[in-house]
């Protein structure tokens, strides 16, 4: 089956507190994103990247690109005013029957164990979504307070959230709602059963300082296993 | 007022794969623990600390403790079954009207400005307990299958759990109950509301070897910081 990986580093980045979006920081010399398209292209030798581009950043992107192991398989794409758009955008690509990975730019660290499980488990149920369980205690707001939930059944969701091309597409044709706020959620929308999959603890999104210290050494210690 | 922190290290550790339970594994030197005592006894010169640890592990305790800055303000207690019953057991010796920090021993990065304001929130509200607002989706597990929770609602736990002392002594007089995971959720069994305070994403728990090496560059971040 063909694959197509979305990586939508469409984002702004304020919550680093740099002008520079977090996706185009530097991890080992290396921009967040270049690490994560890397490792899609690494995962399958026929994957095909889309990759989603806030308007700004086009050059930026192309710069990445010709840095990467395989520039022919990747496209450059523009984001849109939401993360739904800005996925939409990117699917509107994908012309043949094929799984799609949707994945965020700075969760570079994402392994090729978790990249295979989501695809193997997309073939099998038509969606895959990376989750895993909480080690705290989590509450929900309320209007007049606030509520404890069992932690045993809070799951963390991650990406790549995979699905199989007409599952995603078809969803993506519906107009925008607010409830959007990930890929599932727009699946979810027209009655498909959501198929959570085993996360992982070091598949982490890099949205603060303190989360590019982590992915440092997560990275180095990815890095002495391989070579070791 | 007069304050007490209850530092719970009954755990096995068993998450870590080692045979060392968690809070004594060392970070620049010394056990985790001693961190997390340090952290509350620096951060008020009056307090006194209630070490709960397991039966087979108070002669380590003991050497822990006469390492502090103050061994007599600590007392060292047997945990019991289960959280709660390890709380319990802690909080007896609690008899003066006072503020009561239930925290952690794995959580040894907690800030002299996180302390004090659950201090200050307590006296105020009777309760404080430290929160931290998700970076993912949540999803929550049902009988069939899962549902997404709207994120900017959901709340993460962190500890210290701070109450007024009639509060939480009269709240661990009740029997136990599975439903209780943390002191918040004993107390609010009582009709009484729980009062949430911004936590930090820095205090972290550590449960997992990959949470150790974050300690170990948080603290050191935390030191050059406080060295320079």
Request: net charge neutral; proline share 3%; charged share 20%.
């Given at each position: 089956?063909k694959?197509?990986?979305?990586?939508?580093?469409?984002g702004?980045?304020?919550?680093?507190?740099t002008?520079?979006?977090?996706?185009?920081l530097?991890?080992h010399?290396?921009?967040?994103?270049?690490?994560?398209?890397?490792?899609?292209?690494h995962?399958?030798?026929?994957?095909?990247?889309?990759?989603?581009?806030?308007?700004?950043?086009?050059?930026?992107?192309?710069?990445?690109?010709?840095?990467?192991?395989?520039?022919?398989?990747?496209?450059?794409?523009?984001?849109?005013?939401?993360r739904?758009h800005?996925?939409?955008?990117?699917?509107?690509?994908i012309?043949?029957?094929?799984?799609?990975?949707v994945?965020?730019?700075?969760r570079?660290l994402v392994?090729?164990?978790?990249?295979?499980s989501?695809?193997?488990a997309?073939?099998?149920?038509?969606n895959?979504?990376?989750?895993?369980?909480?080690?705290?205690s989590?509450?929900?707001?309320?209007?007049?307070?606030?509520?404890?939930?069992?932690?045993?059944?809070?799951?963390?969701?991650q990406?790549?959230?995979?699905?199989?091309?007409?599952?995603i597409?078809?969803?993506?044709?519906?107009?925008?709602?607010?409830?959007?706020?990930?890929?599932?959620s727009?699946?979810?929308?027209?009655?498909?059963?959501?198929?959570?999959?085993?996360?992982?603890?070091?598949?982490?999104?890099i949205?603060?300082?303190?989360d590019?210290?982590?992915?440092?050494h997560?990275?180095?210690?990815?890095i002495?296993k391989?070579?070791?």
């Amino acid at each position: 089956m063909k694959k197509y990986a979305v990586i939508v580093a469409a984002g702004s980045g304020l919550r680093m507190g740099t002008s520079t979006p977090k996706q185009f920081l530097l991890l080992h010399g290396k921009p967040i994103v270049w690490h994560t398209i890397e490792a899609f292209l690494h995962a399958f030798d026929d994957i095909e990247i889309i990759l989603v581009m806030a308007d700004d950043y086009m050059d930026t992107g192309k710069k990445i690109i010709q840095t990467t192991k395989s520039p022919d398989h990747i496209r450059l794409t523009a984001g849109g005013e939401t993360r739904f758009h800005s996925v939409k955008n990117g699917i509107q690509y994908i012309h043949h029957p094929s799984i799609v990975f949707v994945h965020d730019a700075v969760r570079c660290l994402v392994s090729q164990a978790l990249i295979h499980s989501c695809y193997h488990a997309a073939m099998e149920k038509g969606n895959a979504i990376p989750a895993i369980k909480s080690t705290d205690s989590i509450r929900i707001e309320k209007e007049n307070g606030n509520e404890v939930v069992d932690r045993n059944k809070v799951m963390i969701i991650q990406t790549p959230q995979t699905f199989q091309s007409d599952i995603i597409k078809s969803a993506f044709a519906q107009d925008y709602s607010e409830i959007f706020t990930d890929e599932a959620s727009v699946v979810e929308q027209q009655g498909i059963k959501i198929n959570l999959v085993e996360g992982e603890k070091t598949n982490i999104k890099i949205t603060q300082p303190i989360d590019l210290i982590i992915a440092e050494h997560l990275l180095k210690s990815k890095i002495s296993k391989s070579s070791g």
